[in-house]
Each structure stands twice: as C-alpha cells, then as structure tokens.
C-alpha cells in the first residue's frame, strides 16, 4: 500500500506519459476518505449536543432554556450536514465513475459542431461555455432541495428565517446572471491565456487568476452587494460619533458608516469592513437591535475589527493566498498536457476546462490539508485582535458581545475540539473568553 503511495505520487505530477497512472482511483479513494473523516467529525459533534450541562464559563451568561434550545438546533443541522453531505459526495463521485463527465463533454461537443451558435468563437471555446454552464445549473438544481430545506424547515423552525419565497427566488434569478455575466467574460479570457501562453503556461495563468481574484474581491461590496440588501448611513447620532472617536484614536481611515438590512433574511448578525485606502464599516441591523444601549458592545466589535485592520491581517492573508495559487499554477502547468490524466477520467480530448477541472479534483486532498493551516493562521489573528480590543479596555464589553451574538446565532455551546480543529476559522466562545480573561488578570497583576 505504501509503496504503490509512493510511487504514484511521484508520477502524479509528471509530465511524461504514464499509463499506469490511475488518477481516477486516485480521486475516488482520496474524495471517500475524505468523506468518512468529515462524517467522523460530524458524529463526534453530534455527541456534543447530547450533553445535559451548561459549560462552565457561560453558567452565568445562559439560561437552561436557551441552552437546551441551542442544543436543539446544533442537533437538526448536525443531521442536514450529514444526510446533505453523504449525498452530495455520492452524486459527485458517482459522476466520475460513471464517466458521465465525459460523455456529458460529447454531447456538448456534437450540438456545437451542428450549430455553432457564436462563430467567431473556436469551436472548443464554445463547447466549454455551453459544457460549464450545464455544469453549473446542474450542480444548482442539486443543491436547490438543500437550500429549499435549510432555509424554509430548519431556519425556520428556530425563527431565524426572514426570508419570503418570492425573495428567494428573486435571489436565486438575481445570483445566476450574475454569474453569467462575470463567469462567461471571465472563462473567455481565462481560455485565450491557457491557449496563447505556451511553454510559459503557467506564469500567465497566475497573473490572470490572481488579478481576477482581486479584481472580483474589489468590486463585491460596492457593485455586487447592493444587489441584495439596502445600505443605509447610520442615523444613531451618538453611536456614529463614538464610532468616529474610536477611528480617530487609532488612526483608522474611516469613510462612511452603513447599515445594511440584513434582517430581510435572517436575524444572524454580523459586522464587516471594505475598501482598500478609505474603509467603510457595515453594521447588520439586526446586530444594532441585539445590542440596543449597549453601544460600547458594538465598539469593543469594532476595536476587534480595526486590531485586524492595524496589524495588516487582510494584506498577509492576501500574500498566502497568492503564493498558494502560485504553487497551485505551477502545479498545473507540469500536468495540463498530461494525456494519461485525461484519458484515466474517460476523455478522448485534451481541452483547458478539463484539465483545470480535473486538477481540481485531484487537488482535493491538499486542499483539506491547506484549509487546516489556513484556519490555524485565522485563529491565530483572532486571537491578536481581541487582544488589541482587550489592550483598549474593551475586553469585558467585547466577551458581552461575543457571548451575545453567540445566543442570539444558537451556536455550539460544547464544541468538540476535533470538530472544531478541522472546521472553524474562529477560536470557540469559551476560548475567546478564556484568552480575554487571562489577559485580564495578567494585566491587573502587572498594574
Ligand atoms: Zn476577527
């Protein structure tokens, strides 16, 4: 077992024929692996919220009622994710066995040769937009019963659900031309670089991937997102000045203050900032009604977010992410022209789209090993920016807070710590509290 290992994965980024090379195996064995570990963590959490008793540090905070209520809810969705997941991964892999991909690509391959519909177009060119946009309703009409279900049984029993079926739909039209009309212009240009950039294949691919990227993470808050909600300036008065002071106090380069009415769908809250020199900051109005006269709650959020800002966490993740997709880049441009890849998968034909989507798929074990270090590095900055809020006095209105948006979301009271290890890019509450009042005592000791 391990020597077959061994040696596959030292032919798995060749570049010279290889036959024997079963990258289909490969994916199949990796993507159940993959699965029975999630499942494994999914049934660890789902003891967790067996459990009879209020967890120490919050015994003061939550009351029986909301605990066994959180319990409940951590329950009804610890069984979605289960049930969602074991389906969603048998379709995918059922898809690959069956070598439906390939057939799939045919088909799309004999109506555009019959009737080529944009000519100006290369004939692959235009099989790989009719094959992606098959694709992708196809992968929407399978998650739609999920999201049907999560949003209309399971939000709504617990009363987290706000929106209307109409809304809904419109989200869902609304959502698909987006995509259209940024994943069409995108995959043409992203077609002509794979074609043009010879020998250097893989520099160009980053260049383009990274600037997309960036491009798209740009334009989201202020083009896309006003799409879906209503942002308003915040009319509170005094809160809006005591927003402006704290700005002001650690040189945050404010802009404008918004509120945006997330309550149309859901009552979870939340808070963000946008912008690259100017920042502007976007308050959920239903974190506004949670914490109604407590406004030092919403600032010790906000010293939190601007700790982020002021120690430049934004800027580093953007490096990682850049050096990863370059790495990911250079990967591809050593197996792109591997014919045993795609002849292991069932095609005939070596076209861009599926060598990227084939890389993909056999990135999927790295890629959980990658979202493992990347939560580890996100916990970390977490954790650094409750400390500047904690540095700036606001340590016991930011655990009022945190514990606050805690209840209100009926998050996990008992997280499992492998669970949360694998999927959580934030500290647990009981963390969070933890660190802030160690924090605490340290600091009275040394006063
Ligand atoms: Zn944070």
């Not at 500047?388 to 006095?393: D, H, I, L, V």
Request: proline share 4%; aromatic share 14%.
């Amino acid at each position: 077992m391990l020597s077959w290992l061994r040696s596959f994965s030292a032919s798995l980024f060749s570049s010279e024929e290889n036959e024997s090379t079963p990258y289909l195996h490969y994916v199949l064995f990796f993507q159940a692996g993959i699965s029975a570990v999630e499942l494994y963590l999914d049934w660890r959490q789902r003891k967790c919220y067996e459990l009879k008793h209020i967890p120490k540090e919050l015994e003061k905070q939550v009351k029986p009622e909301k605990f066994q209520q959180a319990q409940k809810y951590g329950k009804d969705k610890n069984t979605f994710s289960m049930v969602s997941e074991l389906i969603q991964t048998g379709v995918h892999m059922t898809l690959f066995a069956t070598y439906s991909l390939p057939r799939l690509w045919n088909y799309c391959s004999q109506i555009i040769e019959k009737y080529s519909f944009v000519n100006i177009l290369p004939a692959e060119l235009q099989t790989t937009l009719l094959y992606s946009s098959v694709l992708f309703l196809g992968s929407k009409l399978i998650s739609l019963p999920f999201s049907i279900y999560n949003t209309f049984v399971l939000e709504q029993k617990y009363g987290f659900n706000k929106t209307t079926g109409k809304l809904f739909v419109r989200d869902i039209v609304t959502g698909t031309l987006i995509s259209a009309v940024i994943g069409y212009p995108s995959l043409i240009g992203l077609w002509y670089v794979l074609e043009l950039s010879g020998p250097k294949l893989w520099l160009y691919f980053w260049l383009f991937t990274s600037s997309l990227s960036i491009l798209l993470a740009l334009i989201y808050p202020p083009l896309i997102m006003p799409l879906f909600n209503k942002f308003q300036p915040l009319q509170d008065e005094k809160l809006r000045h005591e927003i402006e002071e704290l700005a002001m106090q650690v040189g945050f380069p404010l802009n404008k203050i918004y509120v945006m009415d997330g309550s149309k769908r859901t009552s979870h809250s939340n808070a963000f900032m946008y912008g690259i020199w100017k920042k502007g900051i976007v308050l959920y109005d239903s974190l506004l009604e949670q914490n109604k006269d407590h406004n030092e709650r919403i600032l010790a959020v906000l010293a939190h977010e601007m700790g982020h800002w002021k120690m430049r966490h934004t800027q580093k993740m953007l490096v990682i992410g850049l050096l990863h997709s370059l790495v990911l880049s250079w990967s591809y441009g050593k197996i792109a022209n591997n014919d045993s890849m795609y002849r292991s998968f069932g095609f005939d034909t070596k076209a861009h789209i599926i060598g990227l989507l084939l890389f993909s798929e056999l990135l999927t074990p790295l890629d959980s090993v990658l979202s493992l270090i990347m939560n580890f590095i996100s916990r970390r900055f977490e954790y650094s920016a409750d400390e500047y809020a904690k540095n700036m006095g606001y340590s016991p209105f930011l655990i009022e807070a945190l514990t606050t948006l805690h209840l209100e979301n009926l998050s996990t009271m008992h997280p499992d710590p492998l669970y949360s290890l694998y999927h959580n890019s934030h500290p647990t509450l009981t963390e969070r509290i933890h660190a802030l009042e160690k924090n605490n005592l340290e600091t009275k000791k040394n006063q």
